[in-house]
């Protein structure tokens, strides 16, 4: 007998089973899946069920968990075996078939995960990238990367900046940690609504919840209000936790889709401070794009550079040489190694800082300008790594 902790990875209105994957995401093993047969068709999307599942493979019972989003891991899942126990020979991994890697050109099927619940921004960022995928919460974007190279889905869609709060740190790292490709970008115009309980007016709230990043990019309406602010996780679970608190003083910073998938009220629309809102999104994918020279495309590199004056200048020269576009330029700390020593002839060491730099510019790999900036940045960065080559979003 083993329980497991699971949320529907299919269209839960349509799914008749489930193909769950059950591995130690930590060693990055691979294909250990199972398939249950069951009427999941109850279970909302943003619901989790507990499992019993027989030494014989079968569905003993499914039980529909009552609080909507779960703090444990939504990818990673345990099978919990009492001690002891004869080993369950029915659960071990079952081949993965052609049918279950087919993934259709058009987007209906394709299925994206994303960080945070139903009705946040990230989701509506992957329905507008493909409007008829199916769509897969993560509780963090660790597992959003993970579901991705576990061939749970085929694309992740994760934000990465921000038009009024720059960059998405966090995300830069993740990058690098994992071996994703770039496949695409998504430019959201993200309109904040404020809201609440049907009935409830904005002047009787003393709370707001959402994520710290929509606090930032409304914090001028938000001054002006006075509300005490409560962060979440992504904008929707605040929603929700709104919703389900039955809190007539509590309030949500979220997305009119939110608002609506939870029942709530849109107490006032456009809160945030700028007009041109807007935040990037990238997809991830586990191959990279071909690239073309039929659209305007753009390319995401990441470097590390050889200490020495005016290198960082150099680097940049090599794009400004071919008249070659930066859209973006971020640095971020060398986890690995973040300091370098510099001079240890005299007394004490001299270290400075070690740095990424992460660059976007505006040309396709197959063009021979930017073939020929990449030969020419090599010849003095330490690594280089090209992230993706993908076709330019507009809002
Ligand atoms: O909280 C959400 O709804 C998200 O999708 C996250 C996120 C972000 O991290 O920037 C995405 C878009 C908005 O900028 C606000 C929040």
């Known amino acids: 007998m083993a ?20 591995s130690d995401y930590g060693s990055g093993s691979t294909g250990n899946f199972l398939s249950l047969r069951h009427d999941f068709t109850r279970l909302r ?21 009552k609080h909507a989003v779960d703090s444990s891991k939504t990818i990673n899942r345990t099978l919990e075996e009492p001690k002891g126990s004869r080993k369950d020979l ?15 050109n058009d987007g209906s099927k394709v299925r994206v995960a994303y960080q945070g619940s139903p009705g946040s921004y990230s989701e509506i960022a992957a329905m507008k990238a493909y409007p008829k995928c199916e769509t897969v919460p ?18 992740a869609v994760l934000p990465i900046e921000n038009s009024v709060g720059g960059s998405n740190h966090r995300n830069y790292d993740l990058l690098l940690r994992h071996r994703l490709h770039i496949a695409g970008e ?23 919840l959402s994520h710290p990043h929509a606090f930032d990019q409304c914090e001028m309406t938000l001054s002006a209000f006075g509300v005490m602010r409560i962060n979440s996780e992504d904008t929707a679970t605040a929603a929700q936790i709104v919703a389900s608190s039955g809190k007539r003083d509590t309030g949500a910073i979220a997305s009119a889709r939110a608002a609506e ?30 690239p073309g020279t039929d659209k305007l495309y753009k390319t995401s590199i990441v470097f590390t550079l050889e200490e020495g004056p005016g290198v960082l200048f150099k680097a940049l020269a090599v794009f400004a040489l071919r008249e070659i ?26 270290k400075y800082f070690d ?4 660059i976007d510019f505006e040309a396709s790999m197959m063009e021979p300008r930017a073939q020929s900036a990449m030969a020419h940045l090599q010849e003095f960065a330490r690594f280089l790594r090209v992230l993706g080559c993908y076709p330019v979003d507009k809002v």
Not at 3 to 20: E, G, I, M, N, Y
């Open 261 to 290: 998938i939870y029942g709530l009220n849109i107490l006032a629309e456009n809160v945030q401070d700028n007009d041109n809102n807007i935040t990037r999104f990238l997809i991830l994918a586990r191959e990279p794009v071909i």
């Open 90 to 104: 029915s659960i071990l991994p079952k081949p993965l078939s052609a049918t279950d890697l087919h993934s259709p």
């Open 45 to 65: 999307k943003w619901e989790s069920c507990r499992v019993v599942v027989s030494a014989q493979g079968a569905i003993t019972s499914v039980e529909n968990e």
């Open 325 to 350: 576009n930066l859209t973006k330029i971020e640095s971020r700390p060398q986890k690995q190694r973040p300091l370098r020593v510099v001079d240890d002839s005299n007394e004490g060491r001299a």
């Open 3 to 22: 329980t497991l902790k699971l949320h529907p990875f299919q269209d839960s209105a349509r799914a008749s089973s489930l193909s769950v994957a059950i």
């Open 186 to 208: 998504v430019q959201l115009q993200v309109n904040h609504c404020l809201l609440g309980l049907q009935g409830v007016r904005k002047e009787q709230l003393k709370n707001v």
């Open 355 to 358: 740095y990424l730099f992460y």
């Open 138 to 155: 993560c509780d963090d974007f660790e597992a959003a990367f993970k579901a991705v190279e576990l061939w749970l889905v085929e694309k």
